[in-house]
């Protein structure tokens, strides 16, 4: 009786072990998007002036979709980053801020605080964030020309791969 029980457990055990070793070796933030190689979610958001900033209104230019919030730790290392590449790309592509979960005196404080590298739009409802599967700020999405996403980026942005990747979309 405990060869058959020790055998039983042995099945059942070995299988998940192997699995949850293969689970570990994967990051979940390096899942691809769905929406990679489709069109990007349209949207219209006011910003923090009330001004209403459309996505279809921005085709014919790549654009940056940074999902990010004031509360965010590493949307702060990420912002001079993103302040240099609105400065490097800033008549080659759009740069566009959703802040999401966040409340816009908080969002109006940090910018004038640090400074913007593009408008700052406010996802009251987080209906655009859900829209485009975001999970944790900061999520930056690339959108070509056409309107497609082509890539996604979960997780702080670094210099170098800000710069390949919007080389890549021109």
């Known amino acids: 009786m405990n060869r058959l029980a020790l055998a039983v457990g042995a099945l059942v055990t070995v299988p998940l072990l192997v699995f949850l070793a293969i689970s570990l070796r994967?990051?979940?933030?390096?899942?691809?998007?769905?929406?990679?190689?489709?069109?990007?979610?349209v949207f219209a958001l006011p910003d923090l002036d009330g001004?209403?900033?459309?996505?279809?209104e921005l085709r014919g230019k790549p654009?940056?979709?940074?999902f990010w919030a004031t509360w965010c730790q590493p949307c702060l290392v990420e912002h001079p980053v993103l302040q240099a590449g609105?400065?490097?790309?800033r008549d080659q592509v759009?740069?566009?801020g959703v802040v999401y979960q966040d409340d816009p005196q908080a969002i109006r404080r940090f910018v004038e605080r640090r400074g913007?590298?593009?408008?700052s739009l406010v996802d009251d409802g987080v209906k655009v964030a859900l829209a485009y599967g975001v999970y944790g700020a900061p999520e930056t999405f690339f959108i070509d020309r056409q309107g497609t996403i082509v890539d996604k980026v979960a997780?702080?942005?670094d210099p170098a791969g800000l710069k390949r990747r919007l080389d890549a979309l021109l």
Not at 51 to 56: A, D, P, Y
């Open 155 to 157: 997780g702080a942005l």
């Open 26 to 41: 994967s990051d979940p933030r390096r899942i691809d998007s769905p929406l990679i190689g489709r069109p990007a979610p």
């Open 94 to 96: 759009h740069f566009l």
């Open 116 to 119: 913007a590298w593009g408008p």
């Open 63 to 66: 654009v940056l979709i940074n």
């Open 51 to 56: 001004q209403i900033v459309s996505l279809e």
């Open 86 to 89: 609105a400065e490097r790309y």
